[in-house]
């Protein structure tokens, strides 16, 4: 358990948000949906190594 | 590992607090807030989980008839809790067909693995029967 890591995914959050509120602002429409996908993106490969991590735990704990 | 209760509280504040401010603000970012709050707090949690789990299979182990179905009653647990982690997180993802389906094939798989366990009850319950004549 790592609040940095939550902190992260909130930083992100935010930062794609003002970057698309701008963009559509300024009529880059386009961009918004890149900015918005790259920024799942970057929190989901954030959070897959926490899953993996927590799945193994489990495995290794039951005797998988 | 130190954990306490207020951290915790603390870092289930803070998902959720994330979770709310981003749900207002941009509603594709909740859905990873809530995810690593749950991954998070769940890892903690199997993690603490670990000396009772430990405990309880010492305590299978020490009765013979009850030793060899604690590998087996302890697997069980294992896959039904994955199964319902990633049931959850598909559910969570908006996906409620491929949870089910998740689900399903977690029972079938626990049914699967306690097929020995029914085998050796059933063969103890016809030994028990033909010695009593019936």
Redesign the interface.
């Known amino acids: 358990m790592d609040v940095t890591l939550i902190l992260k995914v909130i930083g992100i959050g935010f930062i794609v948000a003002v970057s698309a509120q701008i963009l559509g602002k300024t009529g880059r429409d386009e961009q918004v949906t890149f900015v918005i996908i790259a920024g799942i993106v970057a929190v989901i490969a954030l959070l897959v190594g926490e899953i993996s991590t927590l799945f193994t735990t489990i495995g290794e704990l039951f005797g998988f | 590992m130190e954990?306490n209760t207020l951290?915790?509280c603390?870092?289930a504040i803070?998902?959720a607090a994330?979770a709310m401010?981003?749900r207002e603000?941009?509603r594709?970012?909740e859905l990873?807030?809530r995810?690593?709050?749950t991954?998070?707090?769940?890892?903690?949690c199997?993690?603490m989980?670990?000396p009772i789990?430990k405990y309880a299979a010492e305590l299978f182990g020490l009765s013979p008839i009850a030793g060899e179905a604690a590998?087996i009653v302890?697997?069980a647990?294992?896959?039904a809790?994955?199964t319902r982690?990633g049931s959850d997180?598909c559910r969570d993802m908006g996906v409620p067909s491929v949870a089910a389906a998740l689900e399903t094939a977690g029972k079938i798989e626990m049914l699967l693995l306690s097929l020995p366990l029914l085998s050796t009850a059933l063969d103890t319950i016809s030994g028990l029967l033909s010695q009593s004549g019936l």
Do not use: C, Q, S, Y
């Open positions: 954990i951290k915790l603390g870092f803070v998902g994330g401010l981003l603000v941009r594709e970012f990873p807030v995810l690593t709050a991954v998070g707090l769940l890892t903690v199997v993690l989980a670990g789990v590998t302890l697997r647990v294992g896959i809790m994955l982690l997180f």
